[in-house]
């Protein structure tokens, strides 16, 4: 009888500790399981802060007409790129030498342009120059700070060739002239300005490739009228007129 019962026994005593241990592996499926899952939430929100990260970080510019590029920079010269090193004068900077054929427009200290600035990080719209031509002309725009001429990716860099001729007449004199006057742009119609000094750059709705290759960007200033107001100029009249002035 007593070996009976201490059989029946020992059966549920293992029985027990087969439960017991499907048990403990249970909870140690579950917490594998967890523990896995946790990672993976772990690298998705590292990779979803990542892609954020990047966003926030980018270097974002807003559109302008280049007579806005022009009264609002501190320097407008047309230059060639003859050499790239570390700045000397900025921490974590590039400088590139230059050989300043014309200074349009720059404070009266800085009588000569050897060197440009620029920050070395996209995301802090570092300028790259991609080309090699070092006889290549180009139209740069930049600010000073502390003496130091500065560009970057917002500014208006362009070869001096691919202006149109409408452009070249700005830079070298209609636009210097004509700062008083403000260009606003409009994204989407209908817009309206706040000043009769102010010009509606329509651009960015009008042309089909892009807000610099519409009309107004390429032929157009925004010049006094007379009486305190100002307005559209084609550029395309008064080189003409130059022309006939010329030829006569």
């Known amino acids: 009888m007593r070996s009976q019962e ?24 579950r917490a594998g399981i967890s523990w896995t899952r946790g990672i993976m939430f772990s690298i998705l929100g590292l990779m979803i802060f990542s892609c954020l990260s990047q966003i926030a970080l980018s270097c974002t510019c807003g559109l302008r007409h280049p007579q806005s590029a022009y009264c609002d920079s501190a320097v407008v010269i047309r230059a060639k790129f003859i050499g790239k090193s570390q700045s000397v004068k900025r921490q974590n900077g590039i400088q590139y030498q230059l050989k300043t054929l014309k200074v349009y427009k720059a404070p009266e200290q800085l009588e000569e342009i050897e060197f440009v600035h620029t920050a070395a990080l996209d995301s802090l719209c570092g300028y790259v120059h991609t080309s090699s031509n070092r006889s290549k002309e180009f139209l740069v725009t930049g600010y000073v700070v502390n003496d130091m001429v500065m560009i970057n990716t917002c500014g208006f860099i362009a070869p ?20 008083s006057c403000q260009i606003v742009p409009c994204y989407s119609l209908p817009c309206q300005v706040s000043s009769p000094r102010d010009c509606l750059w329509t651009d960015m709705v009008t042309a089909q490739d892009s807000a610099h290759q519409g009309p107004q960007a390429l ?15 084609n550029q395309k009249y008064r080189l003409r007129n130059r022309f006939k002035s010329k030829k006569e």
């Not at 032929?219 to 100029?233: E, S």
Request: aromatic content about 6%; glycine content about 18%; hydrophobic content about 30%.
């Open 6 to 29: 201490g059989g029946v026994m020992g059966a549920l005593n293992s029985h027990d500790r087969e439960g017991s241990s499907r048990v403990l592996r249970g909870d140690t499926d």
């Open 160 to 179: 001096w060739d691919s202006l149109t001729a409408s452009q070249m007449l700005g830079f070298q004199q209609v636009y210097e002239k004509s700062c």
């Open 219 to 233: 032929h157009m200033a925004c010049v006094g009228k007379g009486n305190g107001t100002c307005g559209w100029g």
